[in-house]
Structure formats: C-alpha cells, structure tokens
C-alpha cells in the first residue's frame, strides 16, 4: 500500500484529502476582517456594512470549498466528483478520460496560483474537474496529477 500526500486510502477506493484546517483558519481571516471594517468605518457610511458583507460572503465560500468529494475506484474504473455541498455529484469513466491539465497564473514572473484538472470528454461535452489548486509553485499540482496517474494506473507526462 502506498502513501499519498493527495489521497487516503479506503478499502478499494481512494479519496481527496480535504484541508479543513486552512479553510477555516482562511474564514476566521475573513470574519475578523469583516468586522475590523465595520468597525473602522463609520456607520453613517453604508461602504461598512458592504464590505463586511463581503467578507462574510467569502469566509461562508472558503466553509463552502472544504466540501468537495473526488473519489477514484480504481476497480470500478470510475472517478466520482462533487464540487461542493450546493452541487450533484457526477461519475466520470476512466475511458471518458482524455488528460490532465495544470492551469499557471503568473504576475511578473512569479507563479501566483497553480490548479490541476482532469479533462474528460462526457456526453459529447469537455469538462475539467478540478484536482487541487496550489499558490506561488507549480509542483504541488504537479504531485497532485503524478499521484492520480499512480492510482488510475496510466502513465503522466
């Protein structure tokens, strides 16, 4: 039995770790933003109440994140992916797969975000889900697709 730094192991089937101490320290973050704005800003100012709002909004999406599911069955030959709580899950086939792809944001040179996705062709239609995302490096998303391809028992390039 291997160990993956991106999955965990149950019986057959392997699932996405999910970083739910980050998420929450994020939306701790975001929280204590908000209120340090309303705070701040005078109430007969309504740019207060807003951008505490915001930030609310964006700390409950960060909560809302730690929910994504991807599980690979390597025997069923099937990866099933929900994006978070609000959405269906879907089962993709290993044969509806085409290949991986990593998506690099940069800023004057330097790497800002790094995300993988699988590219599947389902129902006639391309869709990319996506496998983990990682900031100011490429090779956490390249792990990430190296440890997939281990799994799903196809070589990556």
């Not at 807003?50 to 999406?61: H, K, M, P, V």
Request: hydrophobic fraction near 45%.
């Amino acid at each position: 039995m291997s160990n993956y730094k991106y999955f965990t192991q149950e019986g057959n089937k392997f699932h996405l770790k999910s970083s739910m101490s980050t998420a929450v320290v994020r939306t701790v973050v975001c929280l204590a933003i908000g209120v340090a704005v309303y705070i701040i800003i005078p109430p007969e100012k309504k740019i207060g109440i807003w951008a505490a709002l915001l930030f609310l909004l964006l700390g409950l999406i960060n909560l809302l994140k730690t929910t994504k599911k991807l599980t690979i069955d390597p025997n069923a030959k099937t990866i099933a992916h929900k994006n978070n709580a609000l959405n269906n899950e879907v089962v993709y086939h290993f044969n509806e797969f085409e290949n991986f792809y990593v998506l690099n944001t940069k800023y004057l040179f330097i790497t800002l975000d790094s995300t993988a996705f699988f590219i599947f062709t389902h129902n006639g239609n391309e869709r990319r889900v996506p496998i983990v995302a990682g900031l100011f490096n490429k090779q956490s998303a390249q792990d990430a697709i190296n440890e997939v391809s281990a799994i799903m028992g196809i070589e990556a390039n």
